[in-house]
């Protein structure tokens, strides 16, 4: 389990991320003028793709999930994404290692992968070391600005390493990247980071 910080309100880490649809990337320099238009095909094989089907059997809490992610790689249908989900399943098996393989491999096929930047984060924050967590945490905001997860848990290992003035700014992105109670929720959060940067600044006010 990761260190839990004593704000005012507890606050632990947000959870690892799975990989879910991708939006299908466009020329931005190239205008559809004229939409194409194609007859229904029949087809009676399953409309899923292996990486689809593997991630309906996941989201169901299915453990055929794992060997359909094994074939969706085979098949090489978005192999990033597939050993992305399969570390999360190892890392909830509790099996470290291979859910270390996992998000690195799916790094070396894709290195700007953020949510498995994300989740090796926050495997390296299970494991205390929270010098890497902040390497893959900060990867994950840089390739996505609107991961606001990543700037939650960015904020809490800054926290930790008593990173004051960086931790507000993490977690300030995070606030206006959420709405509603998650973003009412930090708020709290956010004083006591305040009050601690103060306090490093200036130690006199811990006895005032």
């Not at 389990?1 to 020329?27: C, H, N, T, W």
């Not at 992968?113 to 205390?128: I, K, P, V």
């Not at 990247?177 to 200036?202: H, I, Q, Y």
Request: charged fraction near 25%.
């Amino acid at each position: 389990m990761g260190q839990i910080l004593k704000f005012p309100a507890e606050a632990s880490k947000l959870g690892y991320k799975r990989v879910r649809k991708r939006k299908a990337k466009e020329d931005p320099g190239q205008l559809n003028l004229f939409p194409q238009v194609t007859a229904p095909i029949l087809s009676f094989t399953s409309p899923l793709s292996p990486f689809d089907e593997a991630l309906m059997f996941d989201e169901r809490g299915d453990a055929k999930a794992a060997d359909l992610y094994f074939k969706a790689i085979e098949d090489q249908d978005r192999v990033a994404d597939a050993y992305c989900n399969l570390g999360i399943i190892e890392s909830q098996n509790g099996d470290t290692t291979k859910a270390f393989d996992c998000f690195t491999t799916s790094l070396k096929h894709d290195p700007r992968h953020s949510e498995a930047h994300y989740n090796l984060g926050n495997l390296y924050f299970e494991l205390n070391d929270f010098r890497l967590a902040q390497v893959h945490y900060e990867m994950a905001g840089e390739v996505d600005p609107s991961f606001a997860n990543a700037y939650f848990n960015l904020a809490l290992v800054l926290s930790i390493n008593k990173d004051f003035g960086a931790a507000i700014g993490a977690l300030t992105k995070y606030q206006a990247l959420v709405s509603g109670n998650e973003a009412r929720d930090v708020e709290e959060m956010l004083r006591s980071l305040k009050t601690s940067l103060a306090t490093a600044k200036n130690p006199r006010l811990k006895s005032t």
